[in-house]
């Protein structure tokens, strides 16, 4: 039997980031629009304690943990609606690791360097990319991917670049044109894992997303009154509440199932990784859809966080440009990905 719950020092990791979130940057934060992105300083203190190095090797100057560690960092990410960079700098410290980059490793370990998240548009073409940057404003490092791999430029390599709206607020949004010059580093999709680990980051901050919608929900329906007695009295609410809880577990469950699997190297886990992909998408937008409806008018307004929770659920399952290719997987693996374990 395989135990998917958190060990007790894994506990204390969640712990610990859960007291730096709710300390520094709860949810909350959000409704003041001066304060919804990271500072200079937030992010050498994040730096600080260890994020961003915590599944590099020690010889790297990382803590020494691993795969399941990084997603249980992620799956706050996602409760507390945080920065995609900081995900895209856990990821870039891998990037460089494995190309050898000393200097480069050590400036995003530190946080000397800060890192953006882009991610391309459909129907570009192999001479130039279309992309979206993402929280990547003041930042020397952008990384990218699509389905065919992922890399790491510096953001002086974008051109074009245009301030666009973004529909989760929370996020500064740019537009902007990459040349095809060649990136610090490239990983394809068929030969590295890096993106089957930047897949599972993003399953476990939707994982992370989808409970914190819940959670919203509970607590809603626990206090709002209608006719004598909480809403959550109601079978209606029940039943909502119900299912949201079954979709959060199963998300949860197949998203550590296949860290597990990745992080052993099994045969199957680019399969796993794809129906975590799936599964975790539908319970983060389901949820989020839900707790929105349990609040009723109120979960539109600006005073409600309920509405944060949808947007980003949203923005995450658009990144990577990875869906069509975990529905390939699923529905036809042996046309797509004859030998899916052996990347």
Same mark, same amino acid.
């Given at each position: ?65 691993? @795969?399941? $560690?990084?997603? /249980?960092?992620? &799956? ?5 609606? #945080?920065?995609? +960079?900081? !995900?895209? =700098? ?76 973004? @529909?989760? $607020?929370?996020? /500064?949004?740019? &537009? ?5 010059? #060649?990136?610090? +580093?490239? !990983?394809? =999709? ?154």
């Amino acid at each position: 039997m395989i135990d998917l719950l958190p060990s007790v020092e894994q506990q204390q990791i969640i712990d610990s980031v859960v007291e730096f979130f709710e300390r520094t940057l709860p949810v909350s934060r959000l409704r003041a629009p001066d304060t919804r992105w990271l500072s200079d300083s937030t992010w050498k203190e994040i730096a600080a304690l260890g994020w961003f190095g915590l599944a590099l090797t020690e010889q790297d100057g990382g803590a020494g943990y691993g @795969l399941v $560690e990084e997603m /249980l960092i992620a &799956r706050e990410f996602g409760r507390h609606v #945080a920065s995609p +960079a900081l !995900f895209a =700098a856990m990821l870039s410290a891998h990037f460089a690791a494995c190309a050898g980059n000393k200097t480069l490793l050590e400036g995003i370990v530190s946080g000397e360097l800060l890192v953006g998240l882009s991610n391309e548009l459909p129907g570009t073409n192999r001479h130039e990319s279309q992309l979206h940057l993402l929280d990547a404003q003041g930042a020397q490092l952008v990384l990218y991917w699509n389905d065919t791999g992922m890399g790491l430029r510096e953001r002086t390599e974008f051109t074009a670049i245009t301030a666009v709206d973004s @529909l989760d $607020e929370a996020v /500064l949004l740019e &537009r902007a044109v990459a040349s095809n010059s #060649a990136p610090y +580093a490239w !990983f394809s =999709a068929e030969r590295s894992p890096l993106p089957r680990r930047a897949a599972l980051l993003i399953c476990a901050q939707l994982v992370g997303v989808a409970e914190a919608a819940k959670d919203d929900a509970v607590a809603y329906a626990k206090t709002r009154e209608q006719f004598g007695q909480p809403i959550g009295a109601f079978q209606a609410l029940k039943h909502e509440c119900a299912e949201m809880v079954v979709q959060c577990e199963a998300a949860y469950a197949q998203t550590f199932f296949a860290g597990l699997a990745e992080n052993g190297g099994l045969g199957d886990s680019a399969f796993q990784c794809a129906v975590a992909s799936l599964l975790t998408t539908e319970a983060a937008l389901g949820n989020s859809r839900a707790n929105i409806q349990i609040h009723g008018g109120i979960g539109f307004t600006s005073e409600c966080d309920a509405h944060r929770y949808l947007k980003r659920a949203h923005l995450l399952s658009q990144l990577g440009g990875a869906a069509g290719r975990h529905w390939r997987l699923l529905l036809a693996p042996n046309r797509d990905d004859p030998h899916p374990g052996d990347h």
